[in-house]
């Protein structure tokens, strides 16, 4: 599948499907050709991160730098910054 080889481990994502559609959200970690761990840091924490298909998601062109410091307060600080924006592929 191309669009598994083109999302990254902190790409900013946007739902497409399902009760979390339209919000903007992280990669967290690739599961495997369909899937992916993505978090928001509100209502998808890293203690507990959403399993999603990649079919499901809207990737934007921008990858983010995750660190073994990251925590939930700083992924919402970062993906504040593009909740009203429409930058999508």
């Known amino acids: 599948m191309d669009q598994y080889k083109e ?3 902190g790409q900013v994502v946007r739902s497409i ?3 979390d559609k339209g919000r903007i959200q992280l990669v967290l ?6 899937h992916v761990l993505v978090v928001d840091g509100k209502r998808r924490k890293l ?6 298909k990649i079919k499901h998601l809207q990737k934007t062109n921008t990858v983010l730098t995750i660190n073994k410091d ?3 307060c700083k992924i919402r600080k970062m993906l504040k910054a593009f909740e009203n924006k429409e930058e999508v592929h």
């Open 7 to 9: 999302l990254v481990i």
């Open 47 to 52: 203690e507990n991160p959403k399993k999603k």
């Open 17 to 19: 499907k399902g009760r």
């Open 29 to 34: 970690d690739l599961l495997d050709e369909s």
């Open 70 to 72: 990251i925590n939930d």
